[in-house]
């Protein structure tokens, strides 16, 4: 009975044990189950969190992106915008389109240009795409585009050209890249690419001091899509208004004196790869379009061009410095006394201390180059242009990418490479480029321009598969003087150009290089070789009605016509009529800037004011706009709204001496004499030798009945401009009447008024009476007499009343009295 009641009680504590066991598991279950619900609540409470933060930003800027846009608020950023001229739709320059590169206050631009939308049936679309060089800085009359298109419509009269150049000064690939995916939708037959000078100093690259480098595409990428949106430039219009419009003037290539880079700089790598995506790009751009695309390798000057900057080597030692500064000088010395061999001795010795000084290299080859050894030579001049620290000229291995693109991505034909570099290298002097190819680093001469239309030639002829059936009937292209006659190139413009280089290679970095002095002789020589075969008037006159006449839908060299009409020529009237020929073709502010000009030269700043007013709310920082624009205010009676423009204008160019002139003349004419005479004496602190504002100072000094120092200032006006009748007139006069400089017995001032009436041949009327004034004064009572009446029957019946004055001094005369004022 005990067992038994033993052995049945243990399956009864074996289940409650179970049981037990279960319901424990059950409770972990729960409260683990509990427990991932109250997790995964949280977790979607820290989701929802999240994704609100990044949610409502998002939804606010879109709407706000929205609401700018349906507000017409922001600007395009495209490279070319929708226009009209003369009732056509067309593309035209964007001159807003750099600001998402710069700065607007030195923001770059293309040249005008207009092209229509729907291109014409049997015209050839071709697009240029570059920097300074491809755009023909210093003269874009002259770039290698426009000389091609000479060349391609003597071979095929049938078929209309139409090449766009769209090179901007201070460029590079990661604008390039936006212009090309633009036009390579705008029915091109060729894009041209000449791009690499500017890759390292332009936007983004390892050496600008502006816009630096980054070492993430994607993140130019991004900042350049930024920039792009409505919301992006209501950020950089509030910045701006914050700061307010700033004086900021581009300052060309001083401004990188202080940002150099080594050639074994990690970031000139990346700048390297920066432009090898970014020709990428362009290259599948035009094949996604199936355009044609010519990539051209770089020349640039290697012989006449010295680096502009040299570093020594990291590490170098104070003792190795001192050691090499020695041999370097010594080379220099035994270079300049024309040992060249001893020179080469030294800077072989420096070279062994630290060989990545860029000007040694060049001296170096300079010495080779005279003792002619000649191949060595021209490995020392491109090891010296690889090694300058700044960068403006297209290195080895820019050409190196150039070609490696032009052989991947133009595998299956549509890209053709065309050997530049290499072209220049055999038109040269044992193969190293040199001045006469160049202006200064890498802008071509009009000799430069030719050959590399010349280039270009044949690759342009077998990229356009329509040429084929025509190039039977083609002959040879023209020679270059029968090009340049037709782009009517004078020796006025070529004087105009070698003026325009004297002013550059005046400034640093120029006067910085090894060969500056050497150089600027030289410059000069050409110069005055130049100025002895300027045409006469006429012959220029000549020259441009012939141009026009073989090619009149050529609104370029109108628009240069124009300005020779105004300056050259003296017949604002003309350059009027050709400027309204040019407005049938583009309508850009410069162009009515200068039509405006030609305006206010004929009187008419009623007319000049509307235009430019529409030129200046298209470029506010144009400086000889808003200078046109002061003169037309003044001459309109807006004064203080003038001195206003004037103000602004010299904001952007302080030392411009006839800018200044012109304001000081806008104060003087308001009543404002004193500070007329401050800003006149600044004009001649900028250029002792400016005529007019001794002349003007000469003038108030006379209204301040300070006349010692008014004779001065005109003494010294016609010591400077002989023909200046205006001071000779007011300076005889004052010697001749004024009581202050008694004694004064006239020989003076008969001396100054017989040279003026001279000039004229004795029939200008005003004169003649100075001169019977100064006569008088000398005692020659028959001479003053005798001019006074002449006078008096010069002058028209309108001018009674100074018929009258004289009249009365003549009276005097004859009772033998001088007319004291």
């Known amino acids: 009975m005990q067992g038994g009641t033993r052995s049945g009680r243990r399956p009864a504590l074996v289940r409650l044990r179970t049981r037990l066991t279960g319901f424990r598991r059950l409770l972990r279950t729960a409260a683990t189950r509990s427990h991932a619900v109250v997790s995964t609540h949280r977790g979607r409470q820290w989701l929802f969190r999240i994704v ?74 071709i697009f240029v795409l570059g920097a300074s060089a491809a755009m023909g800085d210093p003269d874009p009359l002259y770039n290698f585009g426009r000389l091609l298109r000479v060349l391609l419509r003597d071979r095929y009269p049938q078929v209309t050209f139409e090449i766009i150049n769209t090179g901007i000064v201070a460029t590079n690939s990661h604008v390039v890249r936006e212009t090309a995916l633009q036009v390579a939708g705008h029915d091109p037959d060729l894009v041209i690419v000449y791009l690499g000078n500017n890759e390292v100093v332009g936007p983004f690259g390892a050496g ?19 920039k792009k949106t409505r919301v992006g430039q209501l950020i950089e219009d509030a910045v701006h208004a914050v700061r307010g419009d700033s004086n900021a003037n581009w300052l060309g290539m001083r401004q990188f004196l202080e940002h150099q880079v080594r050639h074994d700089d990690a970031n000139l790598q990346r700048a390297y ?11 599948e751009a035009c094949r996604g379009r199936q355009v044609p695309l010519m990539l051209c390798t770089i020349a640039v000057n290697l012989r006449d061009s010295a680096p502009f900057a040299s570093l020594h080597r990291p590490g170098l030692t104070a003792d190795e410095l001192d050691r090499w500064t020695a041999h370097f000088e010594q080379g220099v010395g035994q270079q300049e006394s024309e040992r060249f061999g001893e020179a080469l001795r030294h800077y072989e010795a420096a070279a062994a201390i630290d060989d990545a000084f860029a000007e040694l290299h060049y001296r170096v080859a300079r010495c080779r180059w005279k003792l002619r050894e000649f191949d060595e030579a021209r490995s020392s001049f491109v090891r010296a242009r690889d090694l300058d620290t700044l960068r403006f000229r297209a290195d080895t291995r820019i050409n190196d990418v150039i070609c490696e693109i032009a052989g991947e991505v133009g595998a299956d034909g549509s890209v053709r490479l065309v050997d530049a570099a290499a072209a220049f290298g055999q038109a040269s002097p044992h193969g190293v480029p040199g001045e006469e190819l160049f202006f200064e680093h890498v802008h071509f001469n009009l000799a430069g321009s030719d050959l590399l239309a010349r280039t270009v030639l044949p690759a342009v002829e077998e990229l356009l598969p329509a040429f084929a059936a025509l190039r039977a009937d083609a002959g040879e292209p023209p ?27 005046a400034k640093a970095p120029f006067t910085h290089q090894a060969d500056h002095e050497a150089r600027d002789h030289r410059l000069q020589d050409r110069v005055t070789t130049t100025l002895r075969r300027v045409e006469t008037p006429p012959q220029l006159l000549a020259v441009y009605r012939k141009a026009v006449e073989l090619d009149p839908d050529n609104w370029l060299l109108r628009d240069r016509f124009a300005i020779h009409l105004k300056q050259q020529l003296g017949d604002p009237a003309e350059a009027e009529r050709q400027l309204g020929v040019v ?21 008419r ?68 004499s004193v500070e007329a005479i401050e800003q006149f004496e600044l004009v001649l602190r900028l250029t002792p030798g400016h005529a007019g504002a001794h002349r003007a100072l000469g003038h108030l000094r006379e209204i301040q009945k300070r006349f010692d120092l008014a004779v001065a200032h005109y003494e010294q006006a016609l010591a400077l401009d002989p023909r200046d009748l205006a001071s000779a007139n007011n300076l005889s006069w004052l010697l001749a009447t004024c009581p202050d400089l008694l004694p004064n017995d ?29 006569c008088a004064r000398a005692g020659q009572f028959e001479r003053a007499i005798k001019n006074a009446g002449r006078a008096i ?29």
């Open 479 to 505: 020679g270059h003087d029968e090009v340049f006659r037709r782009v009517a190139l004078t020796h006025v413009d070529r004087m105009l150009l070698l003026q325009e280089m004297t002013r550059r290679l």
């Open 52 to 125: 609100t933060a990044i949610a409502a930003p998002v939804l606010f800027f879109g709407l706000l992106e929205v609401g700018l846009r349906l507000f017409g608020y922001g600007r395009p950023t495209s490279f070319a915008i929708p226009g009209e001229v003369n009732g056509r739709p067309v593309y035209t320059r964007n001159p807003q389109f750099t600001w998402h590169f710069f700065s607007r206050e030195i923001a770059r631009l293309a040249r005008p240009f207009a092209y229509r939308v729907e291109k014409s049936a049997g015209t050839v679309r």
């Open 793 to 821: 029957s010069l002058l028209g019946p309108e001018e009674t009343e100074l018929a009258q004055r004289i009249r009365g001094r003549l009276k005097l005369f004859e009772q033998g009295e001088a007319y004291e004022q």
């Open 273 to 283: 790869d920066h432009f090898r995506t970014n020709l990428e790009a362009v290259a």
């Open 208 to 226: 600008n001091p502006v816009v630096p480098l980054s070492n993430s595409m994607a993140v130019i990428r991004a900042r350049l899509a930024l």
């Open 583 to 603: 407005l049938q073709h583009v309508r850009a502010p410069e162009i009515l800037d200068s039509l405006a000009d030609a305006l206010l030269l004929q009187e």
């Open 605 to 672: 700043p009623g007319e000049a004011l509307p235009l430019l007013r529409e030129a200046a709310s298209d470029l506010p920082r144009h400086l000889t706009i808003r200078w046109n624009l002061a003169r037309a205010l003044l001459g309109t009676g807006h004064r203080e709204e003038a001195i206003a423009e004037f103000r602004r204008a010299l904001g952007r160019a302080p030392a411009m001496p006839d800018l200044r002139f012109d304001y000081a003349d806008a104060l003087r004419r308001v009543g404002r």
């Open 746 to 774: 006239g020989r003076r001032a008969v001396e100054v008024a017989e040279g003026a009436c001279r000039a004229t041949e004795h029939r200008n009327p005003r004169l003649l009476d100075t001169l019977a004034v100064a």
